[in-house]
């Protein structure tokens, strides 16, 4: 049952993964992804922030939203390939920039997603 509460989870992340591709961006810097990790950084640490506060929360749901949700929507592969390709294309700055931010705005937002965990059990 595991399995299929993770399947369900992803496909409900990838599909919400996919919207936010959608989105016309006028750059080719790959700030849809670097939003999308950086939701996906808040999402899972608000997800956990809640779980350790609810005893009596569900660990189905939590796995069907921390591994199942949150893995089918954030995308660290293609962030990997996306950084890979302008290392590939001689884009050092572009590259190093956006490795920074995703690396460091990811862990502000699992910082920011622990912090709205710990505010609405006040």
């Known amino acids: 049952m595991s399995f299929l ?29 670097l939003i999308t990790n950086i939701m996906g950084a808040i999402l899972i640490e608000f997800i ?3 779980a350790l506060n ?26 990997s390939l996306e950084f890979y390709n302008m290392l590939e294309h001689k884009e050092y700055v ?11 705005l990811c862990i502000a937002g699992v910082w920011c997603g622990r912090s709205l965990a710990i505010m609405i059990h006040r």
């Open 54 to 79: 609810k005893e009596n929360m569900s660990p189905s749901l939590i796995l069907f939203l921390k591994t199942g949700v949150c893995g089918g929507f954030t995308t660290f592969s293609t962030f």
């Open 48 to 50: 956990v922030g809640v």
């Open 94 to 104: 572009q590259g190093t920039t956006y490795a920074a931010l995703s690396v460091l």
């Open 5 to 33: 509460w993770v399947a369900l989870g992803g496909a409900i992340g990838a599909m919400c993964r996919y919207a936010i591709s959608l989105i016309p961006v006028k750059t080719t810097f790959p700030v849809l992804t």
